[in-house]
């Protein structure tokens, strides 16, 4: 599948807090980023005209560290982009409280499967320049307070726009704005289009910024979107701007909230998942949201073991993932014997990280993902006599967890220390091994060997998730909460197994571990232990039906038709 060959200069900017390149590169706290990362590769294998824009973070997001008891402390994840980027120019600057500060752009190439390249542009500020407090700005992902942040923000949006209109001549037909954090560059396509002139903008004015804005948001839960006290958005962007946003109908409540900012200036708005679209056109009803169902690179997820079993077996599945379709004719016999050596990899990753060796012959339950108060990563453990007794009567098993909290999130740290009790009570009847610093290399190490994917959301608050997307291209079937893109991927016995019903109701919620309990015992490890081939055709359906399906070479091509075609003239082909 290919849309376009032709090297040329970017028609789409895709602006992003975040874009998981590859692990060594800190520039990533999680799923948003690695989201980010999966979309500019499959723009790069489409040959589309797409560049990315970010922050370099020259701190990264942290390194994890847990004690005994699970207690979790951070330290820098430093990198120097001096020695893996290419530094590009010119410098451009951004104004922020009356401040001119100097923005240098790094350049990384993703190459696609023609040879065709997306770059990216990594936005730092730590030049000599600039104050010292102005070079941190770009030091810490979601790091300070939320005068940081908007600075930062302000970094991102104007500072990317002024980075991408200098380089392009003809500037991008396309902003897509990867959730609300950039949306300060529509600002500057509005100062752009009034040429400086004080007053409110006109309607056309407006309309005309839209035209050029696309805007995907990420979260159903309110607390996820960025807002900033309205004093706060005078002293940073300065009172001639802070009057254009308030005059631009951008301003509710004495506050600046991003994901408003983003929705008035978009001409095309989407949720990342079916039942996400749903939630999101409750959460703003005044506008038209769509949805496009998020995936994952299959080329970057797909283990070594499939990737060399699909490469025998369907070898078009790198162009065209449609292709894994046809895995309903590899036979039994190769799935169950190709995710036995990506287990084999997944136990030794584990015992060199944590010095705990599991067992081959045990079925491995993974959940990995970052540590919070919703994710719920403690349900399993809602009934510890319950789970051993099935543990002991059905047939063993062992959990290999892994996962982050942010600094400031004490509920999610007390997730952690919640997992590490109920592993210190279970003991040897379930095993139970907590690794640190999830990240990309990890995630696709888990997300491949482990028998089965849990995912235990507090519903409606999955926007989509996509680990369980990486486990289904590696024959590994969820069990999870109807939330998110499972709605859609879930076939009960087909690509694995829900938790509860398709409901939001709390008390419903409240039944969701004795669900859990009930699959374990007496659907999926009766099939393990008892009905081997059965189970193997759940790892082949995984792949067929999920891993064909969730992928973001039909995400980006549903942008591409949707999305990126909403201009008269818009010729990306």
């Excluded at 895995?327 to 990506?342: K, P």
Aim: aromatic content about 10%.
């Amino acid at each position: 599948m290919k849309i376009m060959s032709s090297e040329q200069l970017p028609r789409i900017a895709y602006f992003s807090m975040e874009i998981g390149i590859e692990s060594n590169l800190y520039t990533y706290s999680g799923g948003l980023g690695v989201l980010a990362g999966d979309t500019l590769r499959s723009a790069a294998d489409l040959g589309l005209p797409v560049a990315g824009v970010t922050l370099v973070y020259r701190q990264g997001y942290f390194r994890q560290h847990l004690d005994s008891q699970g207690n979790q402390t951070e330290s820098p994840a430093a990198w120097t982009p001096e020695e893996v980027l290419e530094p590009m120019e010119p410098q451009v600057t951004v104004t922020i409280e009356g401040r001119q500060v100097q923005v240098l752009a790094w350049r990384y190439e993703i190459q696609g499967l023609s040879g065709h390249k997306v770059p990216v542009y990594f936005l730092d500020t730590a030049l000599p320049e600039n104050s010292p407090w102005d070079q941190t700005l770009t030091g810490h992902l979601y790091g300070g307070d939320s005068h940081y942040r908007l600075c930062q923000e302000m970094v991102l949006g104007m500072g990317g726009r002024a980075l991408i209109s200098a380089l392009a001549p003809e500037e991008p037909v396309i902003y897509h704005m990867n959730e609300g954090h950039s949306a300060l560059l529509t600002l500057s396509l509005l100062e752009s289009r009034i040429g400086g002139g004080a007053g409110a903008p006109t309607e056309a004015e407006v309309e005309a910024v839209r035209r050029q804005c696309v805007f995907t948001t990420h979260t159903p839960v309110p607390a996820g979107h960025d807002k900033f006290h309205w004093d706060l958005v005078s002293k940073v962007l300065g009172p001639e701007r802070a009057d254009l946003l308030k005059a631009s109908n951008c301003c509710f409540d004495g506050s600046l909230n991003m994901t408003y900012l983003a929705l008035r200036f978009a001409r095309y708005i989407n949720g990342v998942a079916m039942r996400h679209g749903e939630i999101s056109t409750g959460m703003f009803p005044d506008y038209p949201i769509d949805a496009i169902t998020n995936g994952v690179h299959a080329v970057t997820w797909t283990s070594p073991p499939f990737a060399a079993l699909f490469d025998r077996r369907i070898p078009e599945w790198r162009q065209d993932n449609f292709y894994l379709r046809y895995a309903v004719g590899i036979s039994l016999h190769e799935i169950a014997a190709t995710h036995a050596l990506a287990k084999r990899a997944m136990l030794a990753e584990v015992e060199r990280r944590s010095g705990v060796q599991l067992s081959e012959n045990v079925f491995t339950i993974g959940f990995a993902r970052r540590a919070t108060t919703y994710k719920r990563q403690d349900l399993l453990f809602s009934d510890l006599e319950r789970l051993t007794g099935l543990a002991r009567q059905v047939g063993p098993l062992q959990v290999v967890y892994a996962g982050k909290a942010h600094p400031q999130d004490e509920g999610g740290k007390d997730m952690i220390r919640r997992v590490f009790q109920a592993a210190g009570v279970l003991g040897e009847s379930v095993r139970i091994v907590y690794l640190e610093n999830y990240d990309m290399a990890l995630g696709k190490i888990l997300c491949a060997g482990v028998d089965l994917w849990l995912n235990t959301p507090l519903r409606p608050q999955e926007a989509s998730g996509t680990s369980g997307m990486k486990a289904a291209l590696n024959g590994v079937p969820s069990l999870s909460v109807l939330d998110g893109w499972w709605v859609e991927g879930h076939v009960e016995h087909a690509t694995g197994w829900a938790i509860g019903n398709d409901s939001a109701n709390p008390a419903e919620a409240s039944q969701d571990a004795a669900s859990l309990y009930d699959k374990l015992e007496r659907v999926i490890l009766p099939l393990y232990y008892g009905k081997a081939e059965a189970y193997a055709k759940v790892r082949r359906s995984a792949i067929a039906l999920n891993g064909s399906f969730f992928n973001t070479q039909r995400m980006v091509s549903q942008y591409v038709t949707n999305a990126y075609s909403i201009l008269e003239g818009n010729d990306l082909k």
